[in-house]
């Protein structure tokens, strides 16, 4: 039995004893996790007890954002050690199908994905993982960063999709904290400058605090006719659509150059319309994201040799004990919030 925060149904969680098959193979890691963030899809879970098709039918561990130290290794792990600070990446594919094969494992059918019904996720004192998908932080990276590397991971994913050359200028719908992460990898991806627009004026600040972004209030203007008036009028290089507004994914087109590029990042609750001839009209390249693959350890790298700061993004850290209340506080999406993570406790 380990302890665990259970999400037992569609709106209620509990701290408590749970069993959780441990087993460790050749090829796994033992992992004391220390921190855990807070992620839009375990909050999805927790209010409305499905996201499409995955449903929640039993009782369910949470969190997938995590970060620890290595305890046991399996006989066959060769580049981990007892004692390594690591952060996981928490998609499991089969390494043997045509996905992966190809080098796109984020979209196997058969990935195991923590806090994915019916696989359960990380926030509990212990987990086994395969050492393949466990990454060795530097040492001047710490957990709360380690566990940032997820949401990270997709923001670099998206920045890879757009093919961004030097100097294009781009433009992020949605302040969230993946349309923030988005931003600072399109930063990191050679982009001259990166407009981020939103209607929360407190998350606009945050982002709008990092070297190389600019904000946009939609409350006060349309992003279109700020992109216009930043853009003389020839539009942005690179669209990346992070918000999954219906109204945001129809004004794509107006947002991009011709010829550029739109990336879809945001992911709808519902089938949403989209201006096809407004796209057609400019020969726009359209991309569009599911998680990652192969992108972990580039990640890491940024973050390690200080290229990436996103220790302004952690808004509250909360300790174990108070998971509930860390989740309650996601549920409210305070203006001034973030990334909420929780810490547990060294064994």
Known sequence: MVKALVLEKKGELSLRDFTLEQTLGSADVRIDIRTVGVCGSDVHYYTHGKIGPFVVNEPMILGHEAAGVVVEVGADVRHLSVGDRVCMEPGIPDQTSRASKL?????????????????????????????????????NVSFAEGAMVEPFAIGMQSALRARIQPGDIAVVAGAGPIGMMTALAALAG???????????????????????????????????????????????????????????????????????????????????????????????????????????????????????????????????EESIAAFDRAVEARETDVKIQIELPAS
């Not at 926030?123 to 998908?133: E, G, K, S």
């Not at 290089?237 to 945001?266: K, Q, Y």
């Open 190 to 320: 050679g982009c001259a400058k990166v407009y981020v627009a939103d209607l929360a004026q407190p998350k606009l600040d945050i982002i709008g605090a990092y070297d190389g972004i600019e904000t946009i209030n939609i409350r006060n203007k349309p992003v279109a006719e700020a992109i216009a008036e930043a853009t003389d009028g020839w539009g942005a290089d690179v669209v990346f659509e992070c918000s999954g507004a219906a109204p945001a994914i129809l004004g794509v087109p107006a947002l991009a150059r011709p010829g550029g590029t739109v990336v879809l990042v945001g992911m709808p609750v519902d089938p949403v319309p989209m201006d096809v001839v407004g796209l057609q009209a400019k020969e726009l390249r359209i991309e569009t994201v599911f998680r990652y693959a192969n992108i972990y350890d580039r990640a890491i790298a940024l973050i390690g040799a200080g290229k990436v700061d996103l220790t302004p993004l952690i808004s509250a850290t909360l300790p174990f």
């Open 103 to 139: 080098g796109i494992y984020n979209v196997d059918p058969s990935v195991q994905f923590w806090a994915t019904p019916p696989v359960h996720g990380c926030l509990t004192p212990q987990v086994v993982h395969p050492a393949a998908f466990t990454y060795k932080l530097p040492d």
